[in-house]
């Protein structure tokens, strides 16, 4: 079965490409991925989703919004109509509107903030209940934790050390987090 979010990001991201003029071949080159798989999240494959970082990539070639992108794709009844909506609303704004939004959007939501989203993802044992969490965080609710299992927690700290290995995080960053996930046991 087809994950309802995929479908509004994968029209989401085929209004963009279509606006801009670009074949999904010259797009995936300036995103620097494989036509093949922009064409597998075009169509909104189940187990081809973008990780969040080439998601933000393609989003800035296609000249979209990051913001809209995520929610989308957070969003677990999102539709088809939606995703072309979402794009539609964005393509509408004029072109100075669309970098001042996309402007406040990048001072606001950094890198550490993406991955916290991907790293998320590892440590839900299903979609909705990740989906009730982020919209829990985005609208200043208190969500429920996430469930810990012992193997989750041991794939957490290997995310923790690999994070911290390649410098994404700071020591003190990692200790922090560290002490929080063993907290949470």
Same mark, same amino acid.
Not at 127 to 135: A, I, K, N, W
Not at 144 to 150: G, I, K, S
């Given at each position: 079965m087809m994950n309802m979010s995929a479908v509004a990001v994968a029209t989401y991201l085929r209004t963009l490409r279509s606006a801009a003029g670009l074949s999904q071949e010259e797009a995936a080159a300036k995103a620097g991925i494989s036509a093949k798989t922009l064409g597998r999240w075009e169509r909104g494959a189940g187990d081809h989703e973008p990780t969040v970082t080439n998601l933000k990539k393609l989003v800035h070639v296609l000249g979209g919004s990051v913001r809209d992108a995520l929610l989308l794709l957070i969003t677990e009844d999102a539709t088809e109509d939606d995703g072309d909506g979402v794009a539609q609303t964005w393509l509408d704004l004029p072109a100075g509107e669309r970098a001042q939004v996309d402007s406040i959007i990048e001072n606001t939501m950094s890198e550490e903030l993406l991955e916290i989203i991907q790293e998320l +993802?590892?440590?839900?044992?299903?979609?909705?209940?990740?989906?009730?969490?982020?919209?829990?965080?985005?609208?200043?609710?208190?969500?429920?934790?996430?469930?810990?299992?012992?193997?989750?927690?041991?794939? +957490?700290l290997r995310s923790l050390e690999a994070l911290r290995t390649k410098r994404v995080i700071t020591d003190a960053e990692y200790a922090a987090r560290r002490q929080q996930l063993i907290e949470s046991i």
């Open positions: +993802r590892s440590d839900y044992q299903d979609d909705r209940t990740l989906v009730e969490f982020l919209r829990g965080a985005l609208l200043g609710v208190a969500p429920a934790p996430a469930p810990t299992p012992a193997s989750s927690v041991e794939e +957490r």
